[in-house]
C-alpha cells in the first residue's frame, strides 16, 4: 500500500535554482526520510526527520515536517546537474519495521 | 559502509523458468526486504524477513517465495516466471533496536527481463 504521495511528479529547474518536493502520507508515522535515486540504481539514504522534529538540515538539503496537515517538504538549494534523480519520501509508522514509499519526483536539473 | 549486493544487475529468463535472485549485506542486519518497481507504480513490497528462517508477506507477494536461511543472505525465488513479472527488484536490508532507525540500504537493483 502507499501512503507517501510525492508533489509534483516531475520537475525540471536549471542549474543554481533551488528545487522543493512535497510528500504528503496518510497515517501517524515514527519518521520520514528521503531517499534518491539515480537512474537504473538502487535507492541512497538521504535524510530522516523524526515525528517531534519540524525542521532538520544536511549540506544543501532542508527537510520540514508537518505532523498535523501530515506533510514534509524536501528543499535543495543551489541545485547541481549531478542532482538530477528520482527522489522518494518514505515513513515509518513503527520503529523497526518496514518503510512505506511513495511515488516519487523525477528531478531534472539543467545546466 | 553498508554494503548490499545483488547477483545480478541484468537477467534475461524465459517464461516458465525458475529464477533466482540472491541478495546479501555485510552489516550483519536483522531485516532484508525485496521490492520491485515499475514506472508508475513506485516501490512495492514483495517480501520481507526480520530475523533468519523468519520471512512476511508484503503488498505483492503472489508468484514469489523467498528464504533466509543465513542472516546475510536473503533469496527471491520466482517459482515460474510470468512476463508480467519482467521489473526491476530492489533488496535493502535494515538495523532494529536501540540507537538505529528504520533506515534501508539497497542494493544496486537486478533489471529482470522475462521473454
Known amino acids: 500500500s502507499q501512503q507517501g504521495e510525492e508533489d509534483p511528479q516531475a520537475l525540471s529547474i536549471q542549474e543554481g535554482e533551488n528545487a522543493t518536493m512535497n510528500c504528503s502520507y496518510k497515517?501517524?508515522?515514527?519518521?520520514l526520510q528521503w531517499y534518491r535515486q539515480n537512474s537504473g540504481r538502487g535507492l541512497v539514504h538521504l535524510i530522516l526527520?523524526?515525528?517531534?522534529?519540524r525542521e532538520k538540515h544536511s549540506g544543501r538539503l532542508r527537510v520540514t515536517l508537518d505532523t498535523s496537515k501530515k506533510s514534509s517538504s524536501l528543499l535543495i538549494t543551489a541545485s547541481r546537474a549531478a542532482d538530477t534523480a528520482s527522489y522518494f519520501c518514505?515513513?515509518?509508522?513503527?520503529?523497526?519495521?518496514?518503510?512505506?514509499f511513495g511515488q516519487g519526483t523525477e528531478l531534472s536539473v539543467k545546466p | 559502509d553498508v554494503k548490499v549486493t545483488q547477483s545480478s544487475r541484468y537477467l534475461v529468463k524465459r517464461t516458465g523458468e525458475k529464477v533466482f535472485l540472491e541478495c546479501v549485506q555485510d552489516m550483519d542486519h536483522e531485516n532484508m526486504f525485496w521490492y520491485r518497481q515499475d514506472p508508475g507504480l513506485g516501490l512495492r513490497l514483495i517480501y520481507f524477513s526480520y530475523d533468519v528462517k523468519m520471512k512476511e508477506k508484503g503488498d505483492i507477494p503472489e508468484g514469489y517465495s523467498v528464504s533466509r536461511e543465513k542472516k546475510e543472505r536473503f533469496s527471491l525465488i520466482l517459482e515460474s516466471a510470468s512476463t508480467n513479472q519482467t521489473s526491476m527488484y530492489l533488496c535493502?536490508?535494515?538495523?532494529?533496536?536501540?540507537?538505529?532507525?528504520?533506515?534501508?540500504?539497497f542494493g544496486p537493483g537486478t533489471r529482470l527481463t522475462v521473454l
Open positions: 497515517t501517524s508515522i515514527n519518521n
Open positions: 518514505a515513513t515509518s509508522p513503527y520503529q523497526g519495521g518496514k518503510l512505506i
Open positions: 526527520i523524526r515525528s517531534n522534529e
Open positions: 535493502a536490508s535494515s538495523s532494529v533496536g536501540q540507537g538505529h532507525t528504520d533506515t534501508q540500504y
